[in-house]
């Protein structure tokens, strides 16, 4: 039994998403600023999701991209050295170390695919197809916006030009302000 199995009998684990989430601190063990960053996605995609009335397997996939959609940063910093992890490898070397960690905790194919999809998209503005993928974007940016002391300037370019929700929006403007006026 490995350490994961033990800890998920010890907290009684009995969702994916909980069982997901302790997978990927166990991923990035050693790395608390990724696993910050995950979780306050994860937060941030959350609450946007069920403000905007997401169905119930609309919020399943936004909420399990959410915890995933950093994944491939280790693939690409093995790959390219320390530091190079940039949003299109990240989009890249993402989707097979996410597919097999999802097939390995049981998520249906669909799920799977769709997850994968919105990881090699979640650095790409253009195109977007769903509200999954909008909130995505969302809340990778206000947790990402903080993260990296974004200018106000490019706060709100990048609000203006790619926020779509109401909810988005006014978390955004909430956690900026009064740097936004």
């Not at 399943?60 to 050295?81: M, S």
């Not at 709100?156 to 955004?172: P, S």
Request: glycine share 8%; net charge negative.
């Amino acid at each position: 039994m490995s350490v994961m199995d033990k800890l998920y009998d010890m907290f009684a684990a009995d969702t994916q998403e909980s069982r997901l989430i302790m997978k990927m601190t166990e991923y990035f063990r050693g790395d608390p600023k990724r696993i910050h960053h995950f979780i306050k996605v994860y937060t941030f995609a959350q609450t946007i999701g069920k403000l905007e009335r997401l169905g119930e397997h609309d919020m399943n996939i936004l909420c399990t991209t959410a915890i995933v959609h950093d994944i491939g940063i280790k693939p690409a910093e093995e790959k390219y050295g320390a530091g190079h992890c940039g949003g299109k490898l990240q989009e890249e070397l993402g989707p097979e170390p996410a597919r097999e960690t999802l097939n390995e905790l049981g998520y249906d194919k669909k799920t799977i695919e769709r997850v994968c999809f919105l990881i090699a998209h979640h650095h790409t503005y253009e195109g977007v197809d769903g509200a999954d993928w909008q909130i995505l974007l969302e809340a990778d940016f206000l947790v990402n916006a903080y993260e990296d002391g974004l200018s106000k300037n490019s706060i709100i370019q990048f609000r203006d030009k790619v926020f779509k929700t109401k909810a988005g929006v006014m978390l955004l403007n909430n956690m900026f302000e009064p740097e936004l006026s």
